[in-house]
């Protein structure tokens, strides 16, 4: 399989899969050619087995889709520890308004800008696709030095976990687990938040159109988006936020809102939300002004973080069935009152977020509305209290309220073995020393931990930016760190 990509930096054609380490960016080549959803991985999973196999590896699949491959040691090395390397199948699915794409259908276009590989308009898949990638070449290879090993590929880690929750006690084999899904390469993970969504819903009566309304659709779009764990405190704008400020504004003009659509994951930073709505045509330019007039101002607030924001309104047909006034206001007010972004700094670790909130999709249509939210924390006491302060917001406007797919952070072990061979194996080769952190992200490590506590784990990789957003990239020259370090650490264990 070859795989060619346009240069923004050169007019000239590059094989990305002659970019260094080769047999890894063959390897993301290959599986960035299976569609693989969270949630409808039989693809990507089939493409698992039959790589092992082919290998001659013994290779299985449990009850929910993981898939487990195993590897001898290489001469000398049989006596050593067994290490389950682990990463995530799945990828999430976001691309921009303007890009044509079936995702369920088509393999990820990819090209090379710089140091830089990217998507051309939506994700690129790097999360955890360069994981995946490393582990599929040290599995192939028949040069590297390396103890037994036991690769752990999981299934939907980005919307539930549930591969993680699913995998049974006794399966693994692994006395050190390397979770190779962190997204900065001088960073060695030892723990992680963990999280909860939050999901309100309510029915309203639809009322008929007054005839003689004027029709209009407000579009949020050209918002960065990104990580709702890794990016949440970076003040990035939030559509559905943005679109609500706007709603309230209308509460006072009687605006009848007739469709609301923003943001798709729960854990991406919504880039954009549409809303259509009528308003009486006495009230509409009055209306329409002071819309542009609050659309400057946030602009002019959110200058730094997003200079591509856009906030466009312009004249529709108007609906014949909007949404009732007393349904329309306890939405935007709840909306309003809902906590979004961080909520709480971690006492424990410098700089680290220790609970937070994303408001990820609003939707508004025939009849229901839909809120979702991501809730995370590294301390779950925390957590719980933020997610009964928005079911609170939800419920006195009207909502029911569901708390679900609960999973737990990761506690960090500072005196683990596993780190001190990772730290020292990187001071002795990039003569510095890593960041060693938790973050405010979903790692798996937490969830596997309570079904195998004795197993040592920490988490590293290569440098991935704008995740869970069509700007995600990665660094090349990070991957070729990243690879040289992870074959650094496989000599050195124990």
Not at 107 to 136: P, Q
Not at 187 to 197: K, L, P, Q, R, S
Not at 233 to 260: E, P, Q, T
Not at 470 to 483: A, G, L, N
Request: proline share 3%.
């Amino acid at each position: 399989m070859s795989t060619f990509v346009e240069s923004n930096h050169e007019n000239c054609r590059m094989d990305i899969n002659k970019i260094e380490p080769t047999s890894v960016w063959e390897n993301f080549s290959k599986l960035n050619a299976v569609p693989r959803p969270s949630k409808k991985e039989e693809r990507v999973i089939g493409f698992m087995l039959e790589f092992g196999n082919k290998l001659g590896l013994e290779t299985i699949s449990d009850e929910v889709g993981n898939v487990i491959i195993r590897k001898p040691a290489t001469e000398g090395m049989e006596g050593k520890k067994m290490i389950t390397l682990q990463s995530h199948l799945d990828m999430v699915h976001q691309k921009n308004a303007e890009t044509e794409f079936d995702f369920n259908t088509q393999g990820i276009e990819m090209f090379v800008d710089g140091d830089w590989v990217k998507a051309k308009g939506t994700t690129l898949g790097a999360d955890n696709g360069m994981g995946v990638a490393a582990i599929m070449s040290l599995l192939e290879s028949n040069y590297i030095p390396h103890p037994p090993l036991e690769a752990l590929f999981t299934i939907d880690e980005e919307t539930g976990m549930t591969g993680a929750f699913a995998l049974k006690e006794g399966v693994l084999k692994g006395d050190i687990l390397l979770n190779l899904d962190t997204e900065e390469d001088d960073e060695i993970d030892i723990g992680c938040a963990g999280g909860i969504d939050v999901t309100a819903t309510r029915t309203y009566s639809e009322k008929d159109g007054t005839h003689g309304d004027a029709g209009f659709q407000i579009t949020v779009k050209g918002l960065t988006g990104g990580h709702s764990g890794m990016d949440i405190h970076r003040g990035r704008g939030n559509a559905n936020k943005i679109m609500n400020r706007l709603l309230y504004l209308g509460l006072d003009h009687h605006v009848r809102v007739s469709f609301l659509n923003g943001g798709s994951l729960r854990n991406a930073i919504p880039r954009e939300s549409v809303c259509k709505l009528n308003i009486v045509r006495k009230q509409a330019d009055s209306f329409v002004s002071k819309v542009k007039q609050l659309s400057k101002t946030i602009i002019k607030e959110l200058k730094e973080q997003e200079p591509n924001l856009k906030i466009e309104i312009e004249d529709i047909k108007p609906a014949k069935k909007v949404m009732g006034l007393g349904a329309q206001e306890k939405m935007v007010k709840a909306i309003y009152a809902a906590q979004n972004g961080v909520y709480a700094m971690s006492g424990a670790i410098d700089d680290l977020v220790e609970t937070s909130n994303n408001i990820a999709k609003v939707k508004v249509e025939n009849g229901k509305i839909r809120i979702g939210c991501l809730t995370r924390s590294s301390v779950d006491s925390a957590k719980l209290d933020l997610a009964n302060s928005l079911r609170s917001a939800f419920e006195l406007s009207g909502f029911d309220v569901e708390l679900s797919g609960d999973y737990p952070g990761w506690n960090p072990n500072p005196n683990s073995e596993i780190l001190t061979v990772v730290k020292d194996t990187y001071v002795n080769l990039f003569k510095e020393e890593p960041r060693v952190v938790a973050c405010h992200a979903g790692l798996e490590c937490g969830i596997l931990g309570q079904n195998y506590p004795e197993m040592d784990m920490v988490s590293f990789g290569p440098t991935i930016l704008g995740a869970h957003s069509p700007d995600e990239r990665v660094s090349i020259s990070s991957v070729q760190k990243f690879w040289s370090f992870l074959l650094e650490v496989l000599k050195n264990t124990n």
